[in-house]
């Protein structure tokens, strides 16, 4: 089939994926809004994590009032079980765009085409942007079906908020995938070494919270810009989201480069 542009053709290859993770991040989501009365009433969550102590700083330092539901949902969801998802969503897409291409051998089919490499990376970024958004929109209206339906406040606009610095924190950790993955052609380690980041970026960023010694190389993790503002109680910090944006793109400059050097042949 000719290929008319990388762009549809990498949207095609995405909506399965798309589809099943969106659907899993709005399912989750969504139980846990429409859950969230049962559990208030079984446990006192406040309570719990003052019994926490510093634990709790670990694992939603900004938590805010606990007996909310959007205090709720982010001690449950957005302080990192949504950021890991949407994370090894599009570290695991981007770093298939090149290295996968390579290993099942269909890259020169691809490139044979009026292509350019430039072209290629550019139009499979742009799919996968597309693909995290319309994770994040699918989690927001499970979310806001979810709280209507157990007759729980959640506040759009902070929701939005957090869902776009969700997306921004995925696309930045994407574009390291696609980075390491366009300059050495090896999807194994790309995805590796960005777990590993993300892994070591989190804890530096939790730990923080109790360790004051972190607190000089906490501006060096990603997530600090994700979570610092605590967009779920203040909204969209836009310092933070420049710093994640700027990080995406200069990574992604990084990945044009080091693929328009690679010799494919070799």
Not at 24 to 50: E, H, Q, R, V, W
Not at 155 to 164: D, K, Q
Request: charged share 15%.
């Amino acid at each position: 089939m000719l290929l008319r542009s990388v762009f549809t053709k990498t949207i095609r290859d995405l909506r399965w994926p798309t589809f099943w993770v969106a659907l899993g991040c709005g399912l989750m989501t969504g139980y846990f809004a429409i859950l969230f009365p049962t559990y208030s009433k079984i446990l006192n969550m406040n309570d719990l994590l003052a019994k926490m102590g510093p634990m709790a700083k670990i694992f939603g330092s900004s938590v805010g009032d606990a007996s909310t539901l959007i205090g709720f949902l982010h001690f449950e969801l957005f302080s990192m079980m949504l950021p890991a998802g949407m994370i090894a969503f599009a570290a695991g897409m981007a770093s298939g765009f090149t290295a996968g291409e390579e290993s099942r051998g269909t890259i020169d089919v691809l490139l044979s085409y009026p292509v350019s490499r430039r072209r290629l990376i550019l139009e499979k970024s742009l799919a996968i942007l597309i693909a995290c958004i319309v994770v994040a929109v699918v989690t927001g209206v499970f979310a806001v079906v979810g709280a209507a339906l157990s007759a729980s406040e959640l506040p759009v606009g902070p929701l939005s908020a957090a869902l776009a610095l969700v997306v921004v924190l995925g696309l930045a950790f994407g574009a390291i995938a696609l980075a390491i993955s366009a300059a050495t052609g090896n999807r194994g380690v790309s995805i590796g070494i960005t777990v590993a980041l993300m892994i070591a970026m989190y804890l530096i960023d939790a730990l923080a919270n109790i360790v004051d010694g972190l607190n000089t190389i906490r501006p060096l993790s990603l997530f600090k810009y994700y979570s610092g503002h605590d967009p779920l109680r203040y909204g969209l910090d836009l310092g933070d989201t420049a710093v994640l944006a700027a990080v995406t793109a200069v990574f992604l400059v990084i990945a044009l480069v080091g693929f328009e050097r690679r010799d494919l042949a070799a």
